[in-house]
């Protein structure tokens, strides 16, 4: 749905799924279709992680989705997941209070991102 009729029509398909315990796996799966495309040469017309990154970012299943794939894929690719501004020790940091079994799995993510210290 976002790749072909927009984020608009893709935020009125998640609201209507939005109590299904599949959403922030689905999420996921989107996100990691992206990311696939674009660093495999395969693309989908219209999907690019920056759009999936969007269209999420309007959703609950946001860090969820985010955390879950970058644990999932290589640090090379990390990069595409937090373009400027959006690097996981903040995302971490905006679902502490609200969401804190999400932000404890971006702890190995955090580490990963800023390297071994001293």
């Given at each position: 749905v976002l790749a072909r009729h927009g984020?608009?029509?893709a935020l009125?398909?998640?609201s209507l799924?939005?109590?299904s315990p599949l959403l922030p796996y689905s999420a996921e799966l989107l996100l990691f279709l992206a990311l696939d495309c674009e660093t495999s040469g395969k693309a989908i017309q219209g999907l690019?992680?920056?759009h999936a990154l969007s269209f999420l970012r309007h959703t609950q299943v946001f860090h969820e989705a985010v955390v879950g794939c970058a644990r999932k894929v290589e640090v090379k690719?990390?990069?595409l997941?937090?373009?400027s501004g959006s690097d996981p020790?903040?995302?971490m940091s905006e679902c502490l209070?609200?969401?804190p079994h999400v932000s404890a799995r971006f702890l190995s993510v955090v580490q990963g991102y800023r390297g071994p210290r001293d």
């Open positions: 984020q608009e029509e009125k398909s998640a799924c939005a109590d690019h992680v920056s690719y990390w990069p997941l937090f373009p020790i903040r995302l209070q609200s969401k």
